[in-house]
């Protein structure tokens, strides 16, 4: 009878999901952007609603170009935006089954009695049914943000062309313009947000006893352990390496693969050649001597120190959320001078770019320190 059950709750499951990708009707709630403590616990929640988003962003491709300049360059924004939105959605979906799939991992049941048998491939958990929805729903996603990333492109194209036009200017003069815009309202949106950052954020409660550079310390007059993990055990003791020789260590590996096209970016890996977001800082650290979890929610929650937007440290790490902290969709590595490197998509690959390279508003409020 359990067998039975678990058979139709996978096929039932399997269908419904279809179904709704088919479609395109989803039943979830649109992402709330409420504001929760920095401390929180991620959230494996399934959300189909993301395929939604970049269709809505796709939508944006439709538009007729305007016949004033003002118009043109506000039709301009809002394709760079829907471009930014769709990008978020893909990488949301892929994040979501990267920790779908480590939930199924640590909640695999195979009875004795299926071991080795015909049946065994039928024991299936809700978090493994979770795993294969959250699967499909990546896989539509990432289709969905290829094509809307062309066609969002070719109208931002087709936009810039227009406005040259209006303007009485070339093509290229045109971008150059808009680029230097963008730039300068860039600036001001990242100071703005730096100094509500330090103003109106709260500092975020941490224990002295964990702060990474107390541990250092630590570490450095015990061998690299700590004196606890040395008492009654008979550990080989690594040499010590500082904290501020790890992060350069880290940092620099970051920038090397950032800086080589040989490196690619790939939903789910984790190297050697193709890295997702978290598997790409996971790997920088662990080059320096530090291990830290799979995904960009578990490397926040881990972070024996969160500290605010304007107290950024090069090394730390900054994380981007489209539901106010709840769960995480990308991370990155801050390397200093308002610089990050971060594997980002398979179409913008690995790369060094502003900390702000999307703006501001899906940038969480406290980064993690380790």
């Not at 729903?137 to 036009?165: C, G, H, M, P, W």
Request: hydrophobic share 40%.
């Amino acid at each position: 009878m359990s067998i039975l059950r678990h058979l139709v709750i996978a096929t039932s499951t399997a269908l419904v999901a279809s179904t709704v990708l088919a479609s395109g009707a989803v039943a979830a709630p649109a992402l709330s952007t409420a504001a929760t403590p920095a401390e929180t616990t991620i959230n494996t929640t399934l959300n189909p609603a993301l395929i939604e988003s970049i269709k809505a962003s796709l939508a944006t491709a439709s538009i007729s170009p305007a016949k004033t300049t003002k118009s043109l360059d506000s039709q301009i924004s809002q394709v760079e935006l829907a471009l930014q939105n769709a990008e978020a959605a893909a990488l949301e979906a892929a994040e979501n089954l990267v920790v779908a799939g480590e939930d199924a991992a640590r909640n695999k049941i195979l009875p004795a009695s299926l071991s080795g048998t015909s049946l065994a491939k039928f024991a299936v958990t809700n978090a493994e049914i979770t795993r294969q929805q959250s699967s499909e729903i990546s896989t539509t996603a990432q289709a969905f943000y290829v094509e809307a990333d062309k066609k969002l492109n070719e109208k931002r194209t087709e936009l810039i062309a227009a406005s040259a036009k209006l303007r009485n200017s070339t093509v290229a003069a045109e971008a150059a313009r808009l680029k230097k815009a963008n730039e300068a309202s860039g600036e001001a949106e990242l100071m703005a947000a730096l100094k509500d950052s330090e103003a109106n954020v709260a500092e975020p409660v941490n224990d002295p006893a964990l702060d990474p550079e107390t541990l250092d310390a630590s570490s450095m007059s015990t061998g690299g352990l700590g004196a606890a993990s040395i008492a009654g055990a008979s550990l080989k003791v690594p040499t010590a390496v500082s904290r501020a020789k790890r992060i350069d260590l880290s940092v620099k590996w970051a920038q090397k693969i950032a800086s080589n096209n040989k490196y690619r970016y790939r939903y789910g890996a984790t190297g050697p050649t193709y890295f997702d977001c978290s598997g790409y800082t996971g790997k920088a650290f662990s080059t320096g001597g530090k291990k830290l979890q799979r995904t960009s929610g578990a490397q926040y929650k881990a972070a024996p120190k969160k500290v605010k937007l304007s107290s950024l440290q090069k090394g730390d790490l900054v994380f981007w959320s489209s539901n106010g902290g709840r769960s995480f969709y990308h991370v990155a590595l801050y390397i200093g001078g308002g610089k990050i490197a971060h594997a980002r998509n398979p179409q913008a690959g690995i790369s060094v770019t502003k900390l702000n390279y999307a703006g501001m508003r899906n940038i969480y409020k406290y980064a993690g320190r380790y």
